[in-house]
C-alpha cells in the first residue's frame, strides 16, 4: 500500500491518540505487524492538558477532553523515537500547535529526525484568532499546510476537523497548499450531561479506540 509515495506493508495504522506514541500498548501489540505507526500529537512545548473530569465512558466508547497532553517535542525525540526505530514499521508523527510558530517550529525540528510522514492537527484552536480551529478556515488551511510544505522533509497529511459546515471545501484548500494526503477525520465534538444535576459533565470529543485506517490520498 503506498500513500504519498511512502509504502507501507499493510493499511493498518493506528488512529493519533489511541495508540500514545507506541511503547505504552508495545506489550499488547506486536508493532512489527502494523503498516505504520501513528503517534499522539506532539507540541513545540510541554502541554500539561485538560484539567479533570477529562474522560467519561458511554456506551459504545468514550468521550474525552484531554486537551494534547503531551511532554514536548524534545522529550518525543529523545525517549520515543528511538523506541520506534526498533521495528519494521512506518512512522508517522501526528503535530499540535497553537500558532502557525509553533507547528512550523515541531515540524522543522522533525523534518531531520528520519521519520516516513507528518500528521498535522489542524483541529487546533487559534489562539492568534479569537480561538477558533485552525481547520475551520479555509483560507487558514491552505495558508499553514503552504508553509508546512516549506519546511517539511517528509510527505504531509493534514488531519481535519469535522466540525465544520462542508468539509471537501476544507480538504480542497489542502490541497491547494500541497497536501500530499488527507487524513478523515479528527475527533467529533460531543457532550455528557448529568440527569442529577442537569449540567454537563464535561464537554469534549467522542474518540473510540479502533484500529482503522485513517487516510484518503490526494489524487
Not at 171 to 191: C, H, P, Q, R
Request: glycine share 10%.
Amino acid at each position: 500500500m503506498d500513500i504519498a509515495g511512502i509504502t507501507l506493508k499493510n493499511p493498518v495504522m493506528p488512529a493519533s491518540g489511541t495508540f500514545g506514541s507506541g511503547q505504552e500498548y508495545s506489550g499488547f501489540v506486536d508493532l512489527d505487524r502494523l503498516g505504520a505507526v501513528v503517534t499522539k500529537g506532539v507540541s513545540l512545548v510541554p502541554w500539561e492538558g485538560n484539567p479533570t473530569p477529562r474522560i467519561m465512558e458511554t456506551a459504545s466508547g468514550m468521550i474525552n477532553a484531554v486537551g494534547l497532553q503531551n511532554p514536548g517535542i524534545e522529550v518525543f525525540i529523545r525517549r520515543d523515537l528511538p523506541f520506534l526505530r526498533q521495528f519494521d514499521t512506518k512512522v508517522i508523527v501526528n503535530v499540535c500547535g497553537s500558532t502557525v510558530a509553533d507547528y512550523l517550529g515541531a515540524v522543522e525540528r522533525l523534518s531531520v529526525q528520519g521519520i516516513d510522514m507528518l500528521e498535522i492537527n489542524i483541529s487546533c484552536p487559534n489562539v492568534e484568532h479569537g480561538g477558533i480551529a485552525f481547520g475551520q478556515e479555509p483560507r487558514m488551511v491552505e495558508y499553514i499546510t503552504k508553509e508546512i510544505k516549506k519546511k517539511a522533509a517528509q510527505p504531509v497529511s493534514m488531519k481535519l476537523t469535522p466540525n465544520v459546515t462542508d468539509i471537501t471545501e476544507i480538504a480542497k484548500a489542502a490541497e491547494a497548499g500541497g497536501a500530499d494526503a488527507l487524513s478523515l477525520i479528527n475527533t467529533i465534538t460531543g457532550m455528557s450531561a448529568s440527569g442529577k444535576r442537569k449540567k454537563p459533565e464535561t464537554a469534549c470529543s467522542v474518540r473510540h479506540f479502533l484500529i482503522k485506517y485513517p487516510y484518503g490520498v490526494l489524487p
